[in-house]
């Protein structure tokens, strides 16, 4: 090879590794480094949002690290489709949220949106919400808040050890997604914290939460509309108002639930344990396909219920029917106690009725005694051990 063609590839060598993007290096990223201030004071979005850009564009698996320290966050949307399908968060930090006054309307504070293959993991989500309940407390005009932790129209993520406390609203919310993992995430308000639901689930498919404990002042999950493919396993709930599927039929047209599994749960002093709920008027929605198995309850005042003919306040739906299917939903392996005589409560419509109920080796009682069940427009059947005596 002559020396002319040696200069030559070496000064094509040098033009292909100078055209490369930056970012393609950026494979550790430190939030620091863009400016962010753990003063808990300093609006750390921007810098947070220059790290994302970077990793979003990288072609190589990017980590933006968080260390420890208390960083103020304004509402932050971190925006995809990106080139990177490979982004962790690892965060160390406290993240703390704005006084509701000062958010206005907005409904996240913190939102994954339109991206895939991110993984967020450790880390504390202080949302800030007690202003915002006290408000509520009051005849006061006060606006819903924001939830802390949303994932939108994003597959392939990943939530991992991650602290919830004090949120406004919602405090993890999973919607029009799929592929998703909740794993050992801990949430934490207080029982009388209104509308903050743990985590809830909605037009997303192949959903799981595992090994993770929600202590709240409403659902501990929320199933709604659209929800397929759910998996909840080793969940403590409580206090709180339970597992929720629903409530369905806010509107007239309106997608099912299918194929959801809750397993190896522990309820403690819930309002509910294991609810299907739905309001009582007209709708295209369905739920079929659901498992509730090896589930303890501890002091929950309604730990089985189906409840078609939900209308609080009866605005909006006094004198109508549901029309909620409800099928094919199976209970098992299912013991504790009730804070209530009635332990299993199945009230259907008389337009819909639910179909397809099992019972099967149920062990509740109320206050060391037997405990009862209500059944009305329900099919289904028994098997094995049930106490309270079903009335299926």
Not at 227 to 240: D, E, F, H, M, S
Request: hydrophobic letters at 35%; proline letters at 5%; a positive charge.
């Amino acid at each position: 090879m002559t020396t002319m063609t040696m200069l030559r590839n070496v000064s094509l060598l040098l033009l292909f590794f100078i055209s490369l993007p930056s970012s393609i290096y950026a494979l550790d990223i430190n939030v620091t480094d863009f400016g962010a201030k753990g003063d808990g004071k300093t609006d750390a979005s921007p810098a947070f949002l220059k790290a994302w850009k970077i990793a979003c564009s990288s072609l190589t698996p990017t980590t933006i690290y968080v260390p420890r320290k208390r960083y103020f966050l304004s509402q932050t949307i971190f925006q995809g489709p990106c080139m990177n399908s490979g982004i962790t968060f690892r965060i160390e930090a406290i993240l703390t949220a704005p006084d509701y006054k000062n958010m206005g309307s907005i409904e996240t504070w913190v939102m994954f949106d339109k991206v895939e293959g991110v993984t967020v993991v450790g880390g504390f989500l202080d949302g800030r919400g007690s202003s915002l309940w006290a408000c509520k407390a009051t005849d006061k005009p006060c606006p819903a808040g924001a939830s802390t932790l949303a994932i939108y129209s994003s597959k392939n993520i990943t939530i991992q050890n991650v602290t919830s406390i004090n949120a406004k609203l919602y405090h993890v919310v999973i919607h029009s997604s799929e592929n998703v993992i909740v794993q050992g995430v801990r949430i934490h308000a207080p029982e009388d914290s209104p509308n903050t639901d743990g985590i809830h689930v909605q037009n997303s498919m192949n959903v799981s939460i595992l090994n993770t404990g929600i202590k709240t002042g409403d659902d501990c999950v929320s199933i709604g509309p659209g929800t397929k493919n759910l998996w909840i396993q080793r969940v403590a709930c409580g206090p709180g108002h339970g597992i929720s599927i629903g409530s369905l039929a806010k509107g007239p047209v309106e997608e099912g639930v299918e194929n959801v599994v809750v397993k190896n749960v522990v309820f403690t002093g819930t309002q509910n344990g294991l609810r299907i709920k739905a309001w009582g008027r007209p709708s295209t929605g369905y739920v079929k396909g659901v498992v509730f198995k090896q589930v303890v309850m501890n002091n929950v005042q309604y730990p089985i219920v189906i409840d078609q003919n939900y209308c609080p306040r009866n605005e909006g739906c006094p004198g109508q029917h549901s029309g909620i299917q409800i099928s094919d939903v199976s209970y098992s392996a299912i013991k504790g106690t009730s804070a209530t005589k009635v332990a299993m409560k199945f009230d259907c419509s008389a337009k819909t009725p639910c179909k397809g109920i099992s019972v099967q080796d149920i062990k509740l009682t109320y206050k060391g005694d037997s405990a009862e069940s209500f059944c009305q427009n329900v099919r289904g059947v028994t098997g094995g051990s049930v106490f309270p005596p079903s009335c299926l």
